[in-house]
């Protein structure tokens, strides 16, 4: 992960409305720009994020609000046209542990943004993340769609608004008056914004009888060579992308050397690395990132499963003794064979045989720790 991101923002969202925080609308932004198929929740170690991006959210109590916002905004698409509408949570849940942030996105609101690829709104993520004020991020974002949605040429492109409308696009408190709006917004936008982005814009207003109505915003695009040539991929980039990859759990290996990674965090030989130490094995996992082995933690979960249900079949063939449901005495009893209920194992069904009536079968469910008691059992 790096400045380098690219977000793909669909163009409703661009256009929601209601209030988001500075800090809210930069992590969800990284957020958008980071989303994959079939991948609903996502991890960001903390440092690294507010130490490349915004740096408010070290505080750990803001950094609660910030996961509120996310989790409290919801995201409304309404089309009239087709009968269709849709009202989804932004997040369905955030948590925080041992400086990793977890995030998990709806599967509606996920499907949705899958489904409409081609009216996203793209821009490269430094373009937000060096803005200082919410309403420069959400005016940058507006007219970026703007810039998108035309056809012309020239990369030039003119938005006119209704005055009420921009107040509801940026969540301005109602007793703002236009010339504080003109002032503490869209100035102080302007500014930022034709200084710290890929576009730049000016505006005028339209009055409306006597009142100002209607404003009127010119925006272009600059041509950048560095915006034009693919993204280089740098050793933040990379670490920030594999933290992402695994949720910060897995297991990385380069040669005879192996770590394991918990939380976010490098651990070698079931010890927590320093600082120091860490940092030189991230720098060589970069320098050497084309013979690095990654497992997941998906992956892991995977196999021990896999192991764990091997082991379970290894009953399989076992005599013991039970009490089957509605009799009091023990039988004499034969596995013959265990199901999986559940895909974490916590509930298996285990078929014995009778062994002195083979004709009698008795099936019973088991958790884990009644597992490990039939074990003891075995003979």
């Excluded at 988001?20 to 989303?35: G, H, P, R, T, V």
């Excluded at 989804?88 to 509606?108: D, T």
């Excluded at 504080?180 to 339209?206: G, H, L, P």
């Excluded at 192991?307 to 009091?328: A, N, Y």
Aim: hydrophobic residues 35%; glycine residues 4%; aromatic residues 12%.
């Amino acid at each position: 992960m790096s400045n380098d991101l690219i977000i793909k923002k669909p163009d409703e969202m661009v256009k929601m409305r209601g209030e988001f925080s500075e800090s809210a609308l930069k992590l969800s932004a990284y957020l958008i720009s980071i989303l994959e198929k079939d991948k609903r929740i996502y991890s960001i170690n903390v440092k690294d994020y507010l130490s490349e991006f915004d740096k408010k959210i070290g505080d750990f109590d803001y950094l609660y609000q910030v996961a509120q916002e996310l989790t409290r905004k919801q995201f409304r698409m309404f089309d009239r046209f087709n009968k269709r509408f849709g009202v989804y949570n932004f997040v369905a849940s955030v948590e925080y542990n041992k400086g990793v942030l977890e995030v998990e996105f709806s599967s509606m609101l996920m499907k949705y943004l899958l489904q409409i690829k081609e009216k996203y709104t793209k821009y490269y993520i430094k373009n937000i993340m060096n803005l200082n004020s919410k309403y420069a991020v959400r005016i940058y974002e507006i007219l970026k769609n703007t810039l998108e949605e035309s056809k012309r040429y020239d990369n030039q492109a003119v938005l006119e608004v209704s005055l009420e409308e921009f107040k509801e696009f940026l969540s301005i408190p109602k007793g703002y008056r236009f010339n504080n709006i003109k002032t503490r917004i869209i100035n102080v936008a302007q500014k930022e914004i034709n200084k710290k982005t890929d576009i730049y814009f000016e505006w005028d207003s339209k009055k409306l009888g006597r009142k100002v109505g209607y404003i009127q915003f010119f925006v272009s695009e600059k041509v950048r060579k560095t915006q034009s040539t693919k993204p280089q991929i740098n050793f933040n980039t990379w670490r920030m992308d594999l933290l992402s990859q695994t949720r910060g759990e897995g297991i990385i290996q380069i040669g005879n050397e192996v770590y394991a990674l918990k939380g976010g965090y490098l651990w070698k030989d079931d010890k927590l690395l320093t600082r120091e130490k860490a940092l030189d094995a991230w720098k060589e996992l970069y320098e050497n990132r084309d013979r690095v082995k990654i497992i997941s933690r998906e992956e892991l979960q995977k196999e021990r499963q896999k192991k764990k249900f091997q082991e379970l079949k290894s009953l399989i063939g076992r005599k013991t003794s039970i009490v089957p449901d509605g009799q009091k005495d023990f039988v004499f009893v034969e596995i013959v064979n265990v199901e999986p209920k559940s895909k974490d194992l916590k509930e298996v069904l285990i078929t014995f045989r009778d062994i002195d009536f083979p004709e009698k079968i008795y099936t019973e469910m088991y958790m884990p720790e009644q597992i490990e008691m039939l074990k003891q059992q075995l003979f």
